[in-house]
């Protein structure tokens, strides 16, 4: 049976970790102390937990500071020896347990989070609905051509991820890609092919090449289409640098590459709960050139 807890059950549970009591986030000191710590409101610790229901989906033992280690050691990623004295003291074995298993917990929410068909939210009738980019992460290897990121010039992962063009929501993840791999071919492995007849995606110039499909800077001839373009764009950089804010995504990852799948979408289901409660990407103005020009006729 589903054991339901409350946003105040999590900043008990966060006590150790920062080292105060709590009984509200009141005060733009503790608000700030906490989203240094965890990156999420424990409201979202709480949405998650009962969405991943530990009595029934983990072993017996889950408790709500667990899923505050997790979420601590995506936003910091400090060294074990760092980690396990500041929540605790508990050993390093305990803390990779439960830290893992609610990492891979969370990441397991993409698709009930992050969803494809919220890109027809507040649509009203453009070709494309959704800006796409991808966003380079360092990873700790033996160097390799492939790997090597031209973004910070050293081994790297990528991800493909989309954003909603009317309402902001992330709708599609895709990867990780060797950090060499080129944008736009990444995109033919996927998401071309995912998109409706007659649909187009919003991207940058590391795009050109798929004019049927994909509508780059070039690709129109107002000044006022040129804007939109460029401000819709710039938004979807603000989304990839909510992704950094998680130190996890920042820092060269220390762990096995196997493993940091697992990381990635966790921050993005994280990222993508903090729009839905209370923390949107700003708004845009967008529609595709067809239509300013009907307008303006």
Avoid at 77 to 90: A, I, P, S
Avoid at 93 to 115: C, G, H, M, N
Avoid at 168 to 197: K, M
Wanted: hydrophobic content about 35%.
């Amino acid at each position: 049976m589903e054991f339901l807890l409350s946003p105040d059950d999590f900043l008990v549970a966060a006590e150790p970790i920062l080292r105060l009591k709590l009984s509200c986030l009141e005060g733009i000191t503790n608000q700030r102390r906490w989203m240094a710590c965890f990156g999420a409101k424990p409201d979202i610790m709480a949405d998650l937990w009962t969405r991943i229901d530990p009595s029934t989906t983990m072993p017996e033992g889950a408790k709500p500071e667990h899923m505050t280690w997790a979420f601590y050691f995506l936003k910091l990623y400090n060294t074990e020896d760092v980690n396990t004295r500041n929540v605790g003291g508990c050993d390093e074995k305990t803390f990779r347990k439960w830290v893992w298993l609610f990492v891979d917990a969370i990441s397991y929410q993409e698709y009930p989070i992050i969803s494809w068909e919220k890109r027809f939210m507040g649509n009203f009738g453009n070709e494309a609905l959704i800006t796409i980019d991808g966003t380079d992460v360092p990873v700790q290897h033996k160097f390799d051509p492939k790997l090597c990121s031209h973004k910070f010039k050293s081994n790297g992962l990528k991800y493909e991820v989309g954003v909603c063009i009317q309402t902001g929501n992330i709708v599609w993840i895709n990867g990780p890609f060797r950090a060499g791999v080129h944008d736009i071919t990444i995109s033919r492995q996927a998401v071309i092919g995912a998109l409706n007849e007659g649909e187009m995606i919003e991207a940058d110039g590391g795009y050109e090449g798929e004019p049927f499909y994909i509508k780059i800077p070039d690709d129109c001839t107002s000044s006022e289409q040129r804007y939109m373009k460029t401000v819709t764009r710039s938004r979807h950089e603000t989304a990839n640098k909510r992704f950094k804010i998680f130190e996890v995504l920042k820092r060269q990852f220390r762990h096995p590459l196997n493993k940091h799948s697992s990381c990635f979408r966790a921050v993005a289901v994280i990222t993508q709960l903090n729009i839905e409660y209370g923390h949107p990407l700003y708004s845009v103005e967008y529609f595709d050139e067809v239509k300013t020009n009907s307008t303006n006729a």
